[in-house]
């Protein structure tokens, strides 16, 4: 069940907004304090990659992040309609042998995503024409923490 | 947090002290600074990064892109960082493969001194 949902344009500034908000969702939800910067970094690179996209190709459209707590979980979904060109892309895998060699785009779109990959418990990256859509989660407390 | 960026000079290497968060909103003042310093001469440098709270992939990239405009001039970019958030993204990114990283000022001048 999504507990949060917010749109926002494609400006850098919301990037830090977007990514305090799941900070402090997390807390809420009951993830571990030692798991916060990762969800912090992770949804932040999510939402940067988004925007990057975004302004490119649509910058008018918003982006949509959905936080849920759900089943034990503290879910995060980051949603965008910039077309992408990375579909059959193994994301799971990405490394960066040669990063001085790499032109500065396909470093940046990369290393984005290398990060989730590399920080988020569990990660799911969806592109398509219609836009790119990234899922990831992170273990959280039974129920959530009160909301006093 | 904002970003705070300054520099000084010290012989041959110039440092530059960031403090804040290195994002998508605020990695270009870096990137321009960078830039600037390469553009006037500063091939050496050492970026402090022990009061960044923050950095991102886009950070990453634009210490990568002032890596590659210092080695066009057979220069040198290195990191002073002993945070560990900080580190994990670079060791995610293999990046630590690529700049030296150093626990602190005087141990980066110290090894700058001795590669001169």
Known sequence: ?148 | MDLKLDHHSEDSLTIVEVEGEIDVYTAPRLRELLIDLVNKGNFHLLVNMEKVDFLDSTGLGVLVGGLKRVRAHDGSLELVCTQERILKIFRITGLTKVFGIYASVDEAKEAHGRDK
């Not at chain 1, 969702?25 to 996209?53: K, M, P």
């Not at chain 1, 190709?57 to 918003?62: I, R, T």
């Not at chain 1, 799971?92 to 290393?111: A, E, I, K, N, V």
């Open chain 1, 1 to 148: 069940m999504a507990t949060v949902e917010l749109t926002f344009s494609a400006l850098p500034a919301h990037v830090r907004t977007a990514r305090l908000l799941a900070t402090a969702i997390a807390r809420r939800t009951g993830v571990e304090e030692s798991l916060l910067d990762e969800v912090r970094l992770a949804v932040g690179e999510a939402c940067s990659r988004a925007v990057e996209a975004h302004r490119l190709h649509c910058p008018g459209e918003p982006i949509r992040i959905e936080l849920c707590d759900d089943s034990g979980r503290f879910e995060v979904i980051v949603t965008d309609s910039a077309p992408s060109d990375e579909q059959g892309r193994d994301y799971t895998s990405l490394r960066f042998d040669d990063p001085l060699g790499q032109l500065p785009g396909t470093l940046m779109s990369g290393f984005g995503i290398a990060v989730i990959v590399g920080l988020a418990d569990d990660v799911e990256v969806f592109p398509s024409q219609k836009g790119m859509r990234i899922r990831m989660s992170w273990p959280a407390a039974a129920g959530g923490l009160s909301p006093v």
